[in-house]
């Protein structure tokens, strides 16, 4: 059985699943270079985030976390839409309900907007 690792934690912030990704394989490829094999845990984990790096790569969901801190939204709130990229003013509006203040529609679809330059359709391409 692995070794148990006393951890301190340094700081507390939200992250996007995303951002998430990055510094889990940042993780994981350390933990293959020093000890050969990784925590099933960690590989299913990197599986599962990796997911949501195809919708949104890291970089980007840096970015637009700084674009959106613009609109002076929660940073839960800020993360949900990292997350799921919504598409339609409805899905962003389900997003923005734990503001405190009501978010006009002319805002919101300039949110709305802004996702969409940084998101990945996930519609796939059709060869006419």
């Known amino acids: 059985m692995a070794e148990e690792l006393e951890i301190e934690v340094l700081n507390e ?9 990055k510094i889990v394989k940042d993780i994981v490829n350390r933990i293959q270079r020093h000890e050969g094999s990784v ?6 984990t990197l599986s599962y985030l990796s997911k949501f790096a195809e919708k949104i790569p890291p970089e980007k969901a ?21 997350n799921v990229c919504p598409k339609t003013l409805d899905e962003l509006r ?3 309900e734990i503001e405190e203040k009501v978010i006009d529609t002319e805002t919101a679809s300039e949110i709305l907007e802004l996702v969409k330059t940084y998101c990945h359709s996930d519609e796939a391409p059709t060869n006419k």
């Open 13 to 21: 912030e939200h992250l996007s699943n995303s951002e998430a990704y």
């Open 39 to 44: 925590p099933l845990l960690l590989v299913k």
């Open 62 to 82: 840096i970015s637009l976390r700084k674009a959106l801190r613009k609109y002076g939204l929660k940073e839960e709130t800020i993360v949900m839409i990292i």
């Open 94 to 96: 389900t997003l923005l």
